[in-house]
């Protein structure tokens, strides 16, 4: 293993644990990394400065990607963007609690949606439920893609020759 690799690994690491916690920029943390384990291996533009640039451009997709999947869930099942906002601010409050990040969202859009939007009850759960199935389902899009993208720079930064261990 190469120090770029070891960098990129731990920064990795880093990204898809924090993939399932709402404030992490785990996708950042990902393309950072990226970026110093490639000036760490020494930057050759003609070779690294596509992968940068198009790794860069995979990141606001990804990014976009959470935010719209979230959006998409809450306005498929009649939700409002206080139940989005009740979601994520109920994922943040889930982080200390056991299964929190699966009834944070939930309980965060349901209150949002009884208290503040005044739904009926019916009403709120289905926006509740649906806002709740965007937000988990933007994380498992976002950890895939995390996934691949970190396996391909670990393939890429692979290199057995220069291995310091």
């Given at each position: ?11 990795w ?12 920029p ?7 990394g990226?970026?110093?384990a490639?000036?760490?291996g ?14 860069g451009?995979?990141t606001?997709?990804?990014s976009?990607?959470?935010n ?6 809450a ?9 989005g906002?009740g ?5 943040l ?5 056991p299964?929190?990040?699966l ?11 009884l208290?503040?939007?005044?739904r ?5 759960l289905?926006?509740?439920w ?6 988990l389902g933007?994380?498992?899009a ?8 970190g ?9 057995p ?5």
């Amino acid at each position: 293993m190469t120090w770029p690799f070891i960098v990129f690994f731990i920064s990795w690491i880093v990204c898809l644990l924090g993939t399932f916690v709402p404030v992490v920029p785990a996708t950042l943390i990902l393309f950072l990394g990226s970026v110093a384990a490639t000036f760490i291996g020494g930057f050759e533009a003609g070779r690294d400065l596509p992968f940068l640039l198009t790794l860069g451009a995979v990141t606001l997709l990804i990014s976009l990607i959470d935010n719209f999947a979230s959006a998409w869930g809450a306005r498929r099942f009649g939700g409002s963007k206080q139940a989005g906002w009740g979601a994520l601010i109920g994922g943040l409050v889930g982080i200390f609690i056991p299964f929190g990040l699966l009834v944070g969202p939930l309980a965060g859009a349901l209150v949002a949606e009884l208290v503040v939007v005044r739904r009926p009850w019916r009403e709120a759960l289905k926006s509740a439920w649906g806002t709740t199935l965007g937000v988990l389902g933007g994380v498992v899009a976002k950890f895939t893609l995390h996934l691949l993208v970190g396996l391909y720079e670990l393939w890429r930064l692979w290199n057995p020759a220069q291995s310091i261990l």
